[in-house]
């Protein structure tokens, strides 16, 4: 048993870096993230490690890259906005084999627009927002405890595939206060890091380390051959695929959602049965890999599928991918919210009525 405290999400995120490790942090301030850098200025040196505010995010994602270079366990967090500013760097981390954890929380656009949560950064995060056709795993968290635990796995499978891994949360799951129980998480051995630059003389074969920002033919051989590398190494993390099923066995209509949506649709299927309404919850946990499989075999069987989602329609397009056409699929979006300002939020009454309209 670990410590337990009662946490928001954001801090949850800080609470699981520490728990995996989490050596080096660089990071501007930006709402509605800013309790992640406040708990890791705080904490980091207090073990040793070291915290950095920046002056810019795009300083921020290059700082990432050079801690990553020397193998340590080292991250970010940052907005929508700063999101935006990262994305040559998230594909210069990605074309050099980098492993590091970037934490996304979302907030309301498109454009700079204010402060409140959304999921609109769905497509830049799962599509790879920058230069190169490069891919990231992404962990969607819809609790405190379950942003603290996928923290250490994000970590665990940066490293295990030498590859950034974004962590997608949003303003609500962010500042959602819960219990949280503090512990380290297993997840079995991991290669050696003999590729970090961290001086020739640490090295068992003498020689020094070089890491570029992309392909270097010296290194690589061919251009091909460095592609094809990339594409096995995509290939297996598409083993990594994770989500939670909540009464699907005999659905009739499949809500898919994530983040705080998929806390909503969980609750709003309960209340869907209570009607005698057959509905069902998918709950992507990885976002990418995605769990295309699971929803073609789904529509296979007849069901129809409600994408619940605060925007204006992303995820809803790889659900479209995944039934190939053989089933209707249906959203309720940001316009679904409760409130027609930003402080409003997809509640499940108005969810339940699209459900009684569909069914």
């Known amino acids: 048993m670990g410590d337990r405290i009662l946490a928001g999400g954001n801090e949850a995120v800080g609470w699981g870096a520490l728990s995996a490790g989490c050596r080096c942090f660089f990071g501007y301030p930006i709402t509605p993230q800013n309790?992640?850098?406040?708990?890791?200025?705080?904490?980091?040196?207090?073990?040793?490690?070291?915290?950095?505010?920046?002056?810019?995010?795009?300083?921020?994602?290059?700082?990432?890259?050079?801690?990553?270079?020397?193998?340590?366990?080292?991250?970010t967090s940052t907005a929508s906005p700063g999101w935006g500013l990262m994305q040559e760097g998230m594909s210069n981390l990605a074309g050099a084999n980098l492993p590091c954890v970037v934490v996304v929380v979302q907030r309301i656009g498109p454009g700079v627009q204010r402060v409140e949560h959304a999921q609109m950064d769905y497509n830049s995060?799962?599509?790879?927002?920058?230069?190169?056709?490069?891919?990231?795993?992404?962990?969607?968290?819809?609790?405190?405890?379950?942003?603290?635990?996928?923290?250490?796995?994000?970590?665990?499978?940066?490293?295990k595939y030498r590859n950034p891994v974004v962590v997608l949360s949003e303003g609500l799951t962010g500042h959602v206060i819960e219990p949280l129980e503090v512990k380290t998480l297993e997840f079995g051995p991991l290669p050696e890091k003999d590729w970090a630059v961290t001086g020739q003389g640490r090295h068992k074969d003498g020689k020094y380390r070089e890491i570029g920002p992309s392909y270097h033919p010296l290194k690589d051989g061919t251009y091909l051959a460095y592609l094809n590398k990339l594409r096995e190494k995509y290939q297996a993390m598409e083993s990594e695929l994770r989500y939670e099923e909540y009464e699907t066995e005999d659905a009739e209509l499949l809500l898919v959602a994530y983040g705080y949506c998929g806390r909503v649709s969980a609750e709003t299927v309960d209340m869907a049965r209570a009607e005698g309404l057959k509905a069902g919850l998918l709950r992507p946990i990885t976002l990418w890999p995605f769990p295309y499989q699971m929803i073609r075999d789904r529509a296979a069987r007849g069901c129809k599928f409600l994408v619940v989602e605060d925007s204006l329609g992303l995820m809803v397009e790889d659900v479209r991918m995944g039934v190939e056409g053989k089933a209707e699929v249906h959203l309720a979006d940001i316009t679904f919210r409760h409130l027609p300002s930003e402080e409003g939020m997809i509640m499940p009454g108005r969810v339940l009525e699209e459900i009684r309209r569909l069914l």
Request: contains cysteine; negative net charge; charged residues 15%.
């Open 35 to 75: 309790e992640i850098i406040e708990l890791l200025a705080r904490e980091l040196p207090k073990r040793g490690g070291v915290f950095v505010q920046s002056q810019c995010e795009t300083a921020t994602i290059n700082m990432l890259f050079g801690a990553a270079a020397t193998g340590v366990r080292a991250m």
């Open 125 to 159: 995060v799962t599509k790879g927002g920058g230069g190169g056709g490069y891919k990231n795993i992404v962990l969607a968290p819809a609790s405190v405890q379950e942003t603290h635990d996928l923290m250490q796995l994000a970590f665990y499978l940066a490293d």
